[in-house]
């Protein structure tokens, strides 16, 4: 799952590993055990390189995995595909809401929102859905700014059909 903060990812990653019963590691709770423990500047890094041995672990179970981040991570994405076993598949699933004043509320609700963060930027693409095929990578955009239980059926369909 990747996304702006307030795109819906969180919500939708939670759901689809309720519904899968897949492994859900989230980057953003990672982050947040950090924050008080280490230097901030290498809270980014660490907290990704922890994300990542926790897929690996998963990954050498057998377990499905669901990784909940921004996800815009270059290396990431190497380390995924390198590490992938062939039989798996990795499916990015990229959530865009598209309604810069939902994303401001979904954000604004958070429970856990820092108070020193009174400025929000938006970057809203305007694209359409597509499914991109290489190997066994496959992305998929997700419009979130519809009920989360239509979202979460799209997701359900369209990994029906890979």
Known sequence: MRGIPGSGKSTIALKLAQCLRATLVEYDDIKSELIDVIDRKLIARTAYNIAKS???????????????????????????????????????????????????????????????????????????????????????????NKPIHETLNEALRFLRLI
């Open 54 to 144: 926790l897929v690996k672990t998963n990954l050498k179970a057998k377990n499905d995995i669901i990784f909940d981040s921004l996800g815009y991570f270059s290396s990431a994405f190497r380390d995924y595909r390198k590490n992938l076993p062939q039989h798996y598949k990795l499916i990015i699933f990229e959530c865009e809401a598209e309604d810069p004043p939902l994303i401001h509320k979904r954000i604004l609700n958070r429970k856990d929102i820092k108070k020193s963060q009174n400025r929000i930027v938006f970057n809203v693409a305007d694209s359409k859905k597509k499914i991109e095929k290489v190997k066994h990578i496959y992305n998929w955009k997700l419009k979130t």
